[in-house]
């Protein structure tokens, strides 16, 4: 019984270092020390199409009337957006809804009776001529809108920048694997494998105000940053 004892650990040694040597190798003798790097490329690029969301609220005791008003005022904005020459099938509603605002007692509870209707039409705007943006605020906002949620700048075709940033994100994986190789006193070898994280753009603002719109409301298109991340795994001679 002491002599089972004694064998036993040293045939699980030896089928242990086999292991070991078996998963430094591989079945093929490829080796299994690898290198990853995340190489990070960004560009930078003038937005050529602003997204513009804007509304019109109106509020009646008379449905009727809160819905007409808000036809109305909708109409003059339209129309406004007509005469800057915005195509129709740049303008999108993207919200639309009526509303019973009810009435509140003495405590501040709500009621059964309604007080009035909220009438809330909201739109999007692709404009293209971004020279037009500070003029379209201003005519939207003079000819019945009461509601801006928001402005944001794009590219709308991307491909090309984010393929720019592809490739400055590799020659960066490049530099950081060849450094670090160098320093560690080993070889790279071939690519094992290389893998994408999702873009991301972000806006980059910068002061300009009134372009184009004499005295229209102020705005900054700025520039638009697209980064990606690339990791590549390498091989180890």
């Not at 003038?46 to 005791?61: C, K, S, Y």
């Not at 009727?64 to 740049?90: F, H, T």
Request: hydrophobic share 40%; glycine share 12%; aromatic share 4%.
């Amino acid at each position: 019984m002491p002599v089972i004892r004694k064998t036993i650990p040293f045939v699980l040694l030896v089928g242990l270092a086999l292991a070991s040597c078996a998963g430094a190798s591989g079945a093929s003798g490829v080796s299994e020390r690898t290198l990853t790097v995340t190489g990070t490329g960004s560009v930078k690029q003038a937005p050529d199409l602003a997204i513009v969301t804007l509304g019109v609220q109106t509020q009646d005791a008379d449905v009727g009337q809160a819905v007409g008003e808000n036809n109305r005022r909708m109409g003059r904005v339209m129309a406004a957006l007509e005469d800057l020459g915005v195509p129709s099938q740049d303008i999108r509603t993207t919200f639309y809804n009526v509303t019973a605002q009810p009435k509140f007692d003495q405590l501040g509870n709500p009621t059964a009776e309604v007080a009035s209707y909220l009438v809330d039409n909201t739109i999007e705007i692709r404009l293209r001529k971004l020279d037009q943006l500070g003029s379209l605020l201003q005519a939207a906002l003079t000819n019945g809108a009461n509601s801006v949620q928001g402005v944001s700048f794009t590219i709308e075709d991307p491909t090309e920048t984010l393929q720019n940033a592809r490739i400055k994100a590799m020659e960066d994986a490049s530099r950081q694997a060849g450094l670090l190789a160098e320093k560690s006193g080993v070889q790279l070898g071939k690519i094992r494998s290389v893998s994408e994280g999702g873009p991301v753009a972000a806006p980059l603002f910068q002061a300009a105000y009134g372009k184009g719109g004499g005295g229209g409301a102020p705005v900054s298109a700025g520039t638009v940053e697209y980064q990606v991340q690339i990791t590549v795994v390498y091989e180890l001679r």
